[in-house]
C-alpha cells in the first residue's frame, strides 16, 4: 500500500524538480557589495548559461546592478535576490560588455536606467540577436521570454556618484573593443568585467587585439583595488587573476605568431598542446579552437606577403 | 550437397557482412545521394588513411577551417572530392594533384548547419577512399550577408593574393589568400560570382596540380598546398565571369 503512495508522490514531485530554476545566492563581499558568483563551465542547459559573475552594491540612493546575467529568467531570479538582501529599490543597471551572459537579463530591469558605454550598446544592437539565438540553441528553455533590451543610457568614463558612492568608472577595450570597469573607491572592489577571468579560460570573440588586453591589464592592475571580482572565476585578493591572464596572454599571442611563421593551418593550431601551468584553467581547449578562429587570420595576414602579379 | 548449399549461404552473410561494414560512421542521411551524385555510385570504402580535420564546432560558419591529407594512401591518388553533406551547396572542391603535388589541401567553407565534411580519394584501381569529419554549428554561413562587400573599396582588391612559402621536409606548403567575394547565390539580389578554376603551374607554364573551387568555399578563399620539392610555381586562377588572376609563389 505504501508503494503506490511513494510512486505517486514521486511523480507529483518530478514536474517540480523539473523547474527552472537559478540557484542565486548573493554573497556579501565587501560592506554594501554583493556578489552571484557562477560557474567556470562552458554554456549548458544544466546550467541556464549561470557561469557569469554578477553583482549589486547597496547606496543610500538605491542599489546599482553590474551585469543582468544570461537571460530574462536570471534577471528576475537576481531581482527577487536583491530585494531579499536590502529594501533598497534598484536605481541603475550598469552593463560590463555587450555578451550575451551579461547582458540578456536587462528585460527584468525594463523598469530602471540601463547604462553602457555607446561602443556596448552599438555591438548589442549588432550583434544582439544572433547571440540571443545562439544561446537559445546553447541552454535551451531557459531563455523562454528571453529578447534583446538595448542600454537606456550611455556611459561616460570618469567618476559616477551614486548616494554618495563614488564609483570610478573605466572605458577599456581589449576584450570586446568597449569594456567598462568599475571600482567601487570606498570599498576597493574592482568589477572588472571579462577583461579579467581567472581559473577560466578567456574568450577571444570581438578582441581587437591581445596587445590592446594586455595594456588594460596595466591600467586595471594600477588602481588602488583590494578585491578583484572577475566577470567569471573566483574573486581574488590578490593580483593572481592578473598574474594568470598575462601568462595566458602572453602563451597564446607567442602561440599564433609561431604557427603563422612556419605555416601552420588553423586544424594544427587548435591541436597545440597546451602548458601544464594551464591545467587548472577550465576550458582552455575549447576556447583555443574559438579564439583560433577569432585570432589567427589576422597573424597569417601579417605573415604572408602581396603575391598576385 | 547440403553442405555445398551451407557454404553459399555463409559466404552471401559473409558478404552482407562487408557490406555492412562499410555502412556510414555517421549515419548521415545524405550519403547514399551524394555516393551517386558526386561519385557516381562507383566502388567506396570508408578509409581512415583519408583524413579530414575540422574543428568540431564552427565559431565562425562562414569560414570554416578544413583539412585534407590522403598522403597515407602514397602515390596512388588520382582525384579527391570533397564535400559538405548537410549544405545547401555540398561541393567544395575537385583536386588533381599531379605528380609533384602531395595529395593535401588545406581549405576553408561555409556551413549552413552542423554537417559531415568529407573527402573521397580516387585511386588508380577505381576506388574512393572516404575520410570524413563532423562539424557542429549554429549556421547560417551560406546565408550570411556578405562581409567582402561591406567593405569599401572591395572591387579594386578583386583577386589580389597574398602568399607564403614554408618549409616541409624536401618540400614546401604554399599558403595563400585570394580577394574575393564568392557570392553563392543564396544572399538576395546577389548572382553568382566566384572562383571556380586555379591551378598551380610551374616556371615553363606545365599544369603540377588542378583545382576546380565550388561557392562553398569561403569568402577571400584561404588555400594551402604542398609541394613535393622546392620550385618556383605560378598559381592561375578564373572566376566565373571570366576574371583571371595570377600570382607567383
Known amino acids: 500500500m505504501r508503494l503506490?503512495?511513494?510512486i505517486i508522490a514521486l511523480c507529483l514531485a518530478l514536474p517540480l524538480q523539473a523547474e527552472l530554476r537559478y540557484p542565486l545566492q548573493p554573497r556579501q563581499i565587501a560592506e554594501n557589495v554583493w556578489l552571484l558568483e557562477g560557474s567556470t563551465d562552458n554554456f549548458g542547459p544544466h546550467n541556464g548559461g549561470n557561469i557569469v559573475n554578477t553583482g549589486f552594491i547597496v547606496t543610500d540612493a538605491g542599489v546599482v546592478v553590474i551585469d543582468s546575467g544570461p537571460s530574462r529568467r536570471y534577471g528576475e531570479t537576481m531581482r527577487t535576490a536583491i530585494a531579499d538582501v536590502t529594501g533598497q529599490p534598484v536605481a541603475r543597471v550598469l552593463l560590463t560588455h555587450h555578451h550575451p551572459d551579461h547582458v540578456l537579463g536587462n528585460q527584468a530591469f525594463a523598469d530602471v536606467p540601463i547604462a553602457a558605454l555607446a561602443g556596448t550598446t552599438e555591438l548589442?544592437?549588432?550583434?544582439?540577436?544572433?547571440m540571443a539565438e545562439n544561446m537559445y540553441r546553447l541552454v535551451g528553455d531557459w531563455m523562454r521570454g528571453t529578447e534583446v533590451q538595448l542600454p537606456s543610457e550611455i556611459l561616460a568614463p570618469g567618476v559616477l556618484d551614486i548616494g554618495g558612492r563614488r564609483l570610478r568608472l573605466l572605458a577599456l577595450r581589449g576584450h570586446t573593443g568597449a569594456d567598462l570597469a568599475v571600482l567601487d573607491e570606498r570599498s576597493g572592489v574592482l568589477f572588472a568585467g571579462d577583461l579579467l577571468f581567472h581559473q577560466r579560460a578567456l574568450t577571444t570573440p570581438n578582441s581587437p587585439g591581445l596587445d590592446v588586453w594586455l595594456a588594460d591589464l596595466d591600467t586595471l592592475e594600477a588602481l588602488p583595488w583590494k578585491l578583484l571580482v572577475p566577470g567569471h572565476g573566483p574573486v581574488a585578493g590578490d593580483a593572481a587573476p592578473f598574474v594568470q591572464m598575462?601568462?595566458?596572454?602572453?602563451?597564446?599571442?607567442g602561440l599564433l605568431r609561431g604557427a603563422a611563421a612556419t605555416g601552420e593551418d588553423m586544424n594544427e593550431v587548435i591541436q597545440s598542446s597546451i602548458p601544464e601551468r594551464f591545467d587548472?584553467?577550465?576550458l582552455?581547449?575549447?576556447?583555443?579552437i574559438r579564439s583560433v578562429s577569432h585570432l589567427y587570420p589576422g597573424y597569417e595576414a601579417r605573415q604572408l606577403q602581396r603575391v598576385d602579379e | 550437397m547440403n553442405m555445398r548449399i551451407l557454404l553459399v549461404l555463409l559466404l552471401v552473410i559473409r558478404v552482407d557482412g562487408l557490406f555492412a561494414a562499410d555502412a556510414d560512421p555517421l549515419q548521415s542521411v545524405m550519403w547514399d545521394y551524394h555516393h551517386k551524385g558526386l561519385l557516381d555510385g562507383e566502388p567506396y570504402v570508408f578509409d581512415e588513411r583519408v583524413k579530414v580535420q575540422?574543428?568540431?564546432f564552427a565559431e565562425d560558419a562562414r569560414q570554416v577551417p578544413v583539412h585534407i591529407d590522403a598522403r597515407a594512401l602514397g602515390e596512388d591518388v588520382v582525384r579527391i572530392e570533397a564535400w559538405a553533406d548537410l549544405n545547401p551547396i555540398p561541393r567544395v572542391f575537385t583536386f588533381v594533384p599531379g605528380e609533384q603535388v602531395l595529395p593535401l589541401v588545406a581549405i576553408r567553407i561555409r556551413v549552413e548547419q552542423a554537417t559531415p565534411i568529407r573527402a573521397a580519394v580516387l585511386t588508380r584501381d577505381g576506388v574512393w577512399h572516404v575520410g570524413s569529419a563532423k562539424v557542429d554549428a549554429a549556421g547560417g554561413g551560406c546565408t550570411a550577408p556578405s562581409v567582402v562587400r561591406a567593405q569599401p573599396g572591395w572591387e579594386d582588391r578583386l583577386g589580389q593574393v597574398i602568399g607564403g612559402r614554408f618549409p616541409r621536409g624536401e618540400g614546401s606548403r604554399l599558403?595563400?589568400?585570394v580577394s574575393h567575394p564568392m557570392d553563392n547565390g543564396l544572399v538576395g539580389g546577389i548572382p553568382e560570382f566566384f572562383l571556380n578554376q586555379a591551378e598551380l603551374r610551374d616556371a615553363e607554364g606545365t599544369v603540377l596540380a588542378s583545382l576546380e573551387l565550388y561557392p562553398a568555399v569561403s569568402e577571400n578563399p584561404s588555400l594551402s598546398l604542398e609541394?613535393?620539392?622546392?620550385?618556383?610555381t605560378r598559381l592561375w586562377l578564373r572566376d566565373n565571369n571570366g576574371n583571371e588572376f595570377e600570382a607567383a609563389l
Open chain 1, 4 to 6: 503506490p503512495i511513494l
Open chain 1, 124 to 130: 548589442l544592437r549588432e550583434q544582439g540577436d544572433a
Open chain 1, 246 to 253: 598575462r601568462d595566458y596572454l602572453g602563451w597564446l599571442d
Open chain 1, 280 to 282: 587548472g584553467v577550465s
Open chain 1, 284 to 288: 582552455t581547449r575549447y576556447e583555443l
Open chain 2, 54 to 56: 575540422a574543428p568540431p
Open chain 2, 175 to 177: 599558403r595563400l589568400q
Open chain 2, 227 to 232: 609541394l613535393k620539392g622546392r620550385q618556383d
